[in-house]
């Protein structure tokens, strides 16, 4: 390639061209004079018309003499042509400036004041002046004593002979409003190679916006690559240098140009495992309703009295708190829904395991009463009953008061489960606390199942040991699997688990314990006499 052409499409600034009236005459007029005093003039007009004077020390024999009388009308290069002599215009300008300023201080009007002339005072009055020259140009100075910018932007485009010609494409006139001060015409522009696309000075493209630039290995700070933002992260800006982290409750779009926020989940009553949760629970409520109301119906026939009636109707209200409270795990969590569902839950199984542990010894006496001599009844009977229903229940609530004047359970934003969701739950607080609520839950639960096992032989009129048995055999293999299964789970589904693991077990004692004499009641009521329950050979089928 050749050198000389390197800047062929360069853009660049130039001083506007101008006329000044009469410069172009003048210079045209120029006469030189071939003396000592005038050798730059002798040295221009030698070079301009190739000749030489006879004073010129010059060796060359072969250049013809001038004459000093040479026409500069029909010279073909720049010097004629006075508007490529901006320099002209300015001294044109200064001069006239210096003289509206002298005329002001002055005082001129018709006549001129005379006074002697102050530098400092014509400087001050130089700052002020505003007048146009013939050839239109307003001349001014600004705040900071310049005149206002003007250029002209210049292209540098080659010629088919190989000469560069400088072609104006636009104009910067700083005089204007700021909307009009550059003036380019594009499509004028001749770029390098004689192209009219726009050259690009870098050689990768424009990162998007949810990308970030990484400079490549070894090769100029031009040429990187567009790396796409983490998850998390965003970048809005074209080429941006780093990714912005966004806020906890916010996540990055697909685009990574934007941060959105999270969306927050929990079980709700809207959802389909929530509706069926409640659902699941409200029929148990209205199922140990109705066997209630069996009960309390028959609550006169002797199978009714021999399961001990006062205790089935606590077991049967326990039942139905306990099926109520898991709907306290629905919906949004809040700080009376986390402190209320688990001491709600601790307390009311509570409540009915103490039950069926007072119904479960109360079987194993009313076997050892039928004993000759034996008088243990009396240690055991109505209020006995209730005196151990409400203790054992009252520990649980001093727990429950314990867990909650200490750290009580809240309402707790999980940002760190999952990355584009916040699950809403309810933060434990004392995780002791919650322990020691499920523990002593599981401790009257297993020394209920023991006592059961144990009566298991019984005589089958007192055979509601075995169905205490079963049912608390299924009540402590639904909490065994609860636990893992509750470590386990994510977001709401822990939830769902512990909901499920309250429905299953109430279910299971309400069907293991009373649906059985449910069904002697209303399907065989020839069985639901007192001979009958007093027949310790007879085979009960319950």
Not at 421 to 445: M, N, Q, T
């Amino acid at each position: 390639m050749d050198t000389h052409h390197i800047l062929d499409g360069a853009i660049g600034l130039f001083i506007p061209k101008a006329h000044v009236s009469g410069m172009t005459e003048f210079m045209l007029n120029v006469k030189t004079i071939n003396s000592s005093s005038n050798e730059i003039l002798t040295e221009f007009w030698e070079t301009l018309f190739n000749c030489k004077f006879k004073q010129s020390n010059s060796s060359a024999d072969n250049q013809r003499e001038c004459t000093g009388h040479e026409d500069l009308t029909g010279v073909q290069n720049i010097f004629p042509d006075m508007t490529l002599m901006p320099h002209f215009n300015n001294v044109y300008k200064g001069v006239y400036a210096v003289a509206h300023a002298v005329h002001i201080t002055l005082g001129c009007n018709e006549t001129c004041n005379k006074m002697q002339l102050d530098p400092l005072t014509i400087l001050h009055h130089i700052k002020k002046i505003h007048f146009k020259t013939k050839e239109g140009d307003e001349v001014y100075f600004n705040e900071n004593g310049e005149l206002p910018a003007k250029y002209e932007i210049i292209n540098w485009q080659p010629t088919k002979n190989g000469i560069v010609d400088f072609v104006t494409v636009g104009l910067y006139d700083a005089s204007l409003p700021a909307d009009k001060q550059l003036n380019l015409h594009l499509e004028s522009v001749i770029w390098a190679q004689n192209s009219k696309q726009v050259p690009v000075s870098v050689c990768s493209e424009k990162c998007p916006p949810g990308t970030r630039k990484v400079l490549q290995k070894g090769k100029p700070v031009c040429c990187y690559d567009c790396i796409r933002c983490a998850e998390g992260e965003i970048s809005n800006i074209t080429d941006s240098i780093t990714c912005e982290q966004c806020h906890p409750e916010s996540w990055s779009s697909e685009r990574r140009d934007a941060c959105v926020k999270k969306e927050a989940e929990f079980l709700s009553y809207e959802e389909m495992m929530g509706v069926l949760l409640t659902a699941a629970a409200l029929f148990g409520t209205c199922m140990t309703a109705v066997v209630a109301a069996i009960f309390f119906r028959h609550r006169t026939t002797p199978i009714v009295r021999a399961n001990n009636s006062e205790l089935s109707f606590l077991l049967l209200f326990s039942l139905t708190l306990c099926f109520l409270c898991s709907l306290t795990f629905i919906g949004r969590p809040s700080e009376w829904s986390c402190m209320l569902r688990h001491t709600a839950f601790g307390i009311t199984f509570v409540l009915c395991i103490s039950c069926v542990l007072g119904k479960t010894i109360v079987v194993l006496m009313a076997f050892r009463a039928t004993l000759p001599g034996s008088n243990v009844m009396k240690w055991f009977g109505p209020a006995q009953q209730r005196l151990s229903v409400v203790a054992f229940t009252l520990i649980q609530v001093v727990i429950c008061i314990l867990w909650l004047t200490i750290s009580p359970p809240f309402p707790f934003k999980n940002f760190t489960q999952f990355k584009d969701k916040i699950i809403l739950e309810c933060a434990l607080g004392s995780a002791v606390g919650f322990w020691a609520v499920l523990g002593y839950i599981g401790l009257l639960a297993i020394l209920c199942f023991i006592l059961a096992f144990l009566a298991r032989k019984l005589p089958d009129n007192f055979n509601e040991a075995k169905l205490i048995t079963f049912s608390m055999l299924i009540f402590c293999a639904v909490w065994i699997t609860f636990i893992p299964a509750y470590v386990s789970s994510p977001g709401k589904f822990s939830v769902a688990v512990e909901i499920f693991a309250i429905l299953a077990s109430s279910f299971g004692l309400l069907i293991c314990i009373f649906i059985p004499k449910c069904y002697i009641i209303l399907m065989k009521p020839e069985k639901n006499t007192r001979k009958n329950m007093m027949d310790k050979g007879a085979s009960q089928s319950f």
